[in-house]
């Protein structure tokens, strides 16, 4: 066999986040005997570094901020000269954009988009200025990765870029640690209640507030009076605020947090019913995964592709964002969720990684 294909991946650390799960699932499915891996970080610290494979390079620049590793990032991309690097967030698409200036022999770039630049735009959640340097490095890339195909469209239209650049993917799952993580495990439940999970860090974007105020309602009812809801994730800034919450509603008993869990799929396997409440995603991940171990679902339309992994009605439910009300009933009625139907309904193209990384790679540039 020949030369194998270096590859980076840059990212700012693997705390636990979307993002993040993403990068590590993809490491995980690469094919050893054709990559050469490495990975760089902006700063050596994270939940999911133990998900890392041995073989992997890891290459700490010890910086605190992204963009005082660019500098760093040039050296260890004239050290290693990769074929390829691949990057998830905004800022590293920028800062692997302006450390390749001058470079001669530059490497295919393989830019991920996190969410929707619609969103980001039109609530003004993207500055001026990052959004130009944003749209440099894209018009630098290879290849630009979007989570569905509204998302390829936003891509092209808000960035300027031409669609064919833009390839759609669904975000990899890693089954076999998923399977891995389930076999054996204990309920953490109490299992004389109905216990509800939703996961994902403690942020407004989450919606954490318009769900524990769905959830107050929910406990109103009398048929409702066994109902728990347990929420995974760390704290990005707002817990105080859902505890207080929380206090003012008088259902402390009823509600518990849970930080960030290396093993939440043993919460979902064990749960009756998964909510997510988020305001805006790119592609939510424990979705996918819940939907991988066939759990019922309660889920805010904060993607237009909610429509594509869930049928309304029938395999889940679906609610406007921020409607508490809608998401009271919805979960008040998850029995009339049909088992039968919930199975894997993604549509769309499922990202084969090694065939697109190899494509890539064999990519002219004209």
Same mark, same amino acid.
């Given at each position: 066999m020949g030369l194998k294909i270096k590859i980076i991946y840059y990212i700012s650390t693997l705390e636990a986040g979307g993002a993040e799960k993403v990068t590590v699932n993809f490491i995980r499915k690469l094919d050893r005997d054709i990559f050469d891996i490495y990975l760089i970080l902006v700063e050596k610290r994270g939940s999911f570094l133990e998900f890392i494979p041995n073989y992997v390079k890891i290459i700490d620049l010890n910086s605190k901020k992204t963009l005082y590793s660019i500098l760093k990032l040039r050296k260890e991309i004239k050290k290693i000269q990769p074929d390829i690097i691949y990057s998830t967030l905004f800022r590293t698409h920028i800062a692997i954009d302006l450390a390749l200036v001058f470079i001669r022999e530059r490497p295919k770039t393989?830019?991920?988009?996190?969410?929707?630049? =619609?969103?980001?735009?039109?609530?003004?959640?993207?500055?001026?200025?990052?959004? @130009?340097?944003?749209?440099? &490095?894209?018009?630098?890339?290879?290849?630009?990765?979007?989570?569905?195909?509204?998302?390829?469209?936003?891509?092209?239209?808000?960035?300027?870029?031409?669609?064919?650049?833009?390839?759609? *993917?669904?975000?990899?799952?890693?089954?076999?640690?998923?399977?891995?993580?389930?076999?054996?495990?204990?309920?953490?439940?109490?299992?004389?209640?109905?216990?509800?999970? &939703? &996961?994902?860090?403690?942020?407004?974007?989450?919606? *954490?507030?318009?769900?524990?105020?769905? +959830?107050?309602l929910v406990l109103k009812k009398k048929r409702s009076s066994s109902f728990f809801l347990h929420i995974i994730g760390r704290d990005a800034g707002e817990k105080k605020n859902l505890e207080k919450i929380i206090r003012e509603l008088s259902i402390e008993n009823r509600v518990k947090f849970w930080d960030f869990q290396d093993n939440p799929?043993? +919460?979902?396997?064990?749960?009756?019913? +998964?909510?997510?409440?988020?305001?805006?995603?790119? @592609?939510?991940? &424990?979705?996918?995964?819940?939907?991988? @171990?066939? =759990?019922?679902?309660?889920?805010?339309?904060?993607?237009?592709?909610?429509?594509?992994?869930?049928?309304d009605g029938k395999s889940g439910f679906l609610v406007d964002v921020d409607d508490y009300i809608s998401l009271s009933e919805a979960i008040l009625n998850y029995k009339e969720i049909d088992m039968k139907s919930i199975e894997d309904r993604k549509k769309g193209k499922s990202l084969e990684i090694n065939s697109l990384l190899i494509d890539l790679n064999n990519l002219k540039r004209v």
């Open positions: 393989l830019f991920r988009s996190p969410t929707s630049p =619609k969103i980001l735009i039109e609530r003004g959640e993207l500055s001026l200025i990052m959004r @130009l340097l944003l749209e440099k &490095a894209y018009q630098g890339a290879d290849k630009i990765l979007a989570q569905t195909p509204q998302m390829r469209d936003e891509i092209s239209e808000y960035h300027n870029i031409n669609i064919d650049k833009i390839e759609s *993917f669904l975000n990899p799952l890693d089954t076999e640690l998923i399977d891995k993580k389930i076999s054996n495990s204990s309920n953490p439940f109490d299992n004389t209640m109905i216990n509800i999970v &939703a &996961a994902g860090r403690l942020s407004t974007v989450k919606g *954490f507030d318009t769900l524990i105020n769905a +959830f107050n799929y043993r +919460f979902f396997y064990y749960s009756n019913l +998964f909510v997510l409440s988020s305001r805006r995603e790119g @592609l939510p991940n &424990a979705v996918l995964e819940n939907l991988y @171990l066939k =759990k019922p679902i309660v889920a805010t339309r904060c993607i237009p592709f909610m429509n594509e992994l869930i049928d």
